[in-house]
């Protein structure tokens, strides 16, 4: 018997990671997601995917992997690749984020989906919020850290790790041939960086054959600045307190709840209410109820309020947040007549209310999440005029959700895996520099370990 890997996305790349273990009578998942930009090559403004053709017009052009036993009836019906029985144990989910996540919507209904139970509550949020997201049906089987789950004659042990989304894991798989460790995404400089060691130390005891590692940072050219969640908040602070009586305003990503915490400190901490946008607090209530993990609850913590856009139909979680929390609902002329009381958080998709805000001139703008990749992004070039038209001044303020290039170093040496497959970056040959046992994957072909 023999290991099998193969990385059908995540090769290359960063995000995607869809990765097949294969070894004795187990056919397992690691993680379900699509890649960022999905379907660009051949899909551009108006020019869109039939969705309700299912994977028709993805499979036409190879932007997923045709295989079989995988998909849904419903997704292949209007394809001509076959509808074959579900020929898998299961997917283990690292985390809810779109890359690691978002191709459940496709899988056959009958491969049991492993998760953990705050990331089922994060993706089951998201999808009541989202009119473009649509996760299906599954047999989700919840899992907190460290649970033994059993495949097919692998016993899979889920740890939790810290990144930019809670309750996102690593696993440690023992198969009947060898034992591998996979990473998903994590970090070390967040608030809950004990979380991650504990992976590492399990992850060495393990003795494992192969490490299935994200090397996001792995490139030392990477020049963004290296900030923790601590030094966000201190800088955040620092830059909100020089702009006494005018706006301050901050765009993060969307489910990242350790940057809601952060930003609440940072209002609290310069006299300011922080008004969360509609979803984040929707977020935050499912997290609430679940109360596994401790999050800002909107309806009672201080110095919290929800921004509601105005709208010409209504949108019934809207409505149901509106009447759940009257009392702390805003929209833009509240905060037009506020400014300098409010720490504002606007997303990028949502700038129009900026118009109706009116913001005063040399009110701020914290641009909390990663810089884009390329010189020249059109979507960048647009938000600079954005804030040049307002008089915004704008502060780069991140702490990323992955290792630093020194970080991957030293936890690839203490693991000390015989085998090393680098996914989920740009630049996998570049692990070379520093472990022994790298193989480079490449998309679709089989890895024997
Ligand atoms: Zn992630």
Redesign the pocket.
């Given at each position: 018997m023999q290991m099998k890997l193969t990385v059908h996305g995540g090769a290359g790349e960063i995000?995607g990671n869809k990765i097949l273990l294969e070894d004795g009578d187990a056919r397992i998942w690691l993680d379900m997601g699509l890649p960022f930009g999905f379907g660009e090559q051949y899909f551009v403004n108006y020019l869109g995917p039939r969705d309700r053709f299912g994977l028709r017009d993805y499979l036409e052009f190879d932007l997923v992997p045709p295989i079989k036993g995988l998909y849904s009836k419903e997704s292949l019906k209007e394809t001509t690749f076959p509808y074959s029985a579900p020929g898998f144990s299961g997917v283990l989910l690292?985390?809810?984020?779109f890359?690691?996540s978002s191709m459940l919507g496709y899988v056959d209904k009958d491969i049991p989906v492993h998760l953990g139970e705050c990331t089922r509550t994060i993706l089951e949020a998201w999808a009541a919020t989202s009119s473009r997201a649509d996760l299906g049906e599954h047999d989700y089987r919840t899992f907190r850290s460290k649970r033994r789950i059993k495949l097919d004659g692998v016993e899979a042990i889920p740890v939790h790790v810290d990144?930019?989304?809670p309750a996102?894991y690593g696993y440690i798989l023992h198969a009947p041939s060898g034992t591998a460790v996979y990473t998903?995404?994590l970090r070390r400089h967040g608030p809950h960086a004990e979380m991650t060691a504990e992976f590492i130390d399990a992850a060495r005891a393990a003795k494992p054959d192969v490490l299935i590692c994200?090397g996001t940072r792995v490139d030392p050219a990477d020049t963004r600045a290296p900030y923790s969640e601590k030094d966000v908040k201190n800088l955040s602070i620092e830059e909100v307190k020089k702009v006494k009586g005018r706006l301050a305003i901050v765009t993060f990503y969307p489910r990242d709840v350790d940057r809601m915490r952060t930003f609440h400190e940072v209002a609290h901490a310069t006299g300011r209410d922080f008004v969360l946008s509609a979803k984040a607090a929707y977020l935050l209530r499912s997290l609430e109820k679940d109360g596994r993990i401790k999050v800002p609850r909107v309806k009672s913590d201080g110095g919290l309020l929800v921004y509601l856009r105005r709208l010409a139909r209504s949108i019934p979680w809207e409505e149901e947040l509106r009447d759940e929390l009257s009392d702390r609902i805003v929209g833009a002329e509240y905060v037009k007549k506020h400014q300098g009381e409010l720490l504002l958080q606007l997303d990028f998709t949502h700038f129009t209310e900026l118009i109706d805000i009116e913001p005063k001139r040399g009110s701020i703008f914290i641009h909390s999440m990663s810089e884009p990749f390329e010189e020249g992004d059109i979507e960048d070039e647009v938000k600079d005029r954005w804030l040049d038209h307002f008089g915004l001044v704008e502060h780069q303020l991140h702490a990323s959700?992955?290792l630093s290039r020194k970080e991957l170093e030293s936890m690839v040496k203490e693991i000390g895996a015989k085998k090393l497959v680098p996914i989920?970056t740009d630049r996998p040959e570049m692990f070379k520099d520093f472990a022994s046992g790298v193989i480079v994957p490449e998309k679709g072909k089989t890895i024997s370990i």
């Open positions: 995000g690292s985390h809810a984020h890359d690691h990144h930019s989304v996102a998903g995404d994200e959700g992955h989920h």
